[in-house]
């Protein structure tokens, strides 16, 4: 996942618009948001309102199938969503308003779809492929990563997730996916690491 991350904060060096995909990432990674909580829905569009922050913790309250969800972010989620806020030039006492979304379109539009989020993620690991190819990094690794997409990369997070910040942790962030999803995601993937 490393070379995910520094792939795409390469990608802002060149364009400042990449600053979605880096953000984008860092909600998969570090959060563990699927993409239904990135889109949004019919009823519910993601707003920077919905990411809270209480005594130092962030949380990203998201509706999915009429239920609240608080996914509480790890301290390391901070810097991205700072720097997120910052690229918009939106200051953090002025994200309460409920019409700032989350994620606007390259044009400006409100909202994001699950196919451009998808998009996102495809662009952000080929330019991984190329800056492994560049440093020399195995075939197999390189592999993976070009093979990498979104639920993979969900998958792996959520693995490194439980090594890191152990069960409960990992599963505060999950909402309503019950054990056995997240048993049957991470037998699955139990041998992918990413870089």
């Known amino acids: 996942m490393n070379y995910l991350l520094k792939a795409a904060e390469k990608m802002c060096e060149h364009d400042s618009a990449h600053e979605r995909s880096l953000f984008i990432l860092a909600m998969i990674i570090f959060i563990l948001v699927p993409v239904r909580l990135i889109s949004g829905s019919k009823s519910w569009r993601p707003s920077l309102r919905d990411f809270q922050e209480k005594n130092t913790i962030l949380t990203y ?24 806020l910052k690229a918009r030039a939106i200051a953090k006492s002025d994200r309460a308003s409920a019409d700032l979304a989350v994620f606007t379109t390259l044009g400006g539009r409100p909202g994001i779809t699950s196919r451009q989020v998808r998009n996102v993620i495809k662009d952000i690991s080929q330019t991984a ?47 309503y996916e019950s054990l056995n999803a997240l048993q049957n995601r991470c037998a699955s993937t139990s041998k992918i690491t990413f870089m």
């Open 61 to 84: 309250c998201a509706i999915d199938a009429e239920r609240v969800f608080c996914l509480q972010a790890p301290e390391v989620f901070s810097r991205y969503f700072e720097r997120y």
């Open 129 to 175: 492929v190329s800056m492994m190819t560049q440093d020399g990094m195995t075939e197999q690794d390189t592999a993976l990563v070009a093979a990498a997409r979104l639920d993979t990369i969900r998958a792996a997070a959520i693995m490194v997730s439980l090594q890191d910040f152990g069960f409960d942790n990992t599963r505060s962030r999950l909402g």
